[in-house]
């Protein structure tokens, strides 16, 4: 079984910042590629950044220049720093995973975390 645990969500004020942490722990026997993802309230989930194993990023354009993503391969961990936050950022925020179980199925499952609220006030 894997678990992805969020911590840092808050509340914060237009133009603060926040920092994101994403845990993976579990029957883990190799990880791809780490995420983060937003839903805000009626709509969808949406892809915010990405990281995979070798670094390689990706982010949301609307977030771009303002949130970084970083990763600890050995820790398992994924981190999103958010800077110049804004009302429209408010969602609960996901930590996604690309896992392999076990290396006798070699193909990776994708696993959420159960979400953190991030607030940014107006």
């Known amino acids: 079984q894997v678990q992805l645990v969020e911590s840092g969500g808050g509340l914060v004020q237009a133009g603060g910042s926040l920092r994101l942490s994403c845990a993976a722990s579990?029957?883990?026997?190799?990880?791809?590629?780490m995420g983060w993802y937003r839903q805000a309230r009626g709509k969808q989930r949406e892809l915010v950044a990405s990281?995979?194993?070798?670094?390689?990023?990706n982010y949301a354009d609307s977030v771009k220049g303002r949130f970084t993503i970083s990763g600890d391969n050995a820790k398992k961990m994924v981190y999103l720093q958010m800077n110049s936050l804004k009302p429209e950022d408010t969602a609960v925020y996901y930590c996604?995973?690309?896992?392999?179980?076990?290396?006798?199925?070699?193909?990776?499952?994708?696993?959420w975390g159960r979400g953190t609220q991030v607030t940014v006030s107006s």
């Open positions: 996604n995973a690309g896992v392999m179980v076990t290396y006798s199925n070699p193909s990776y499952l994708g696993y």
């Open positions: 579990g029957r883990i026997f190799s990880i791809n590629a």
């Open positions: 990281i995979t194993r070798d670094g390689s990023t």
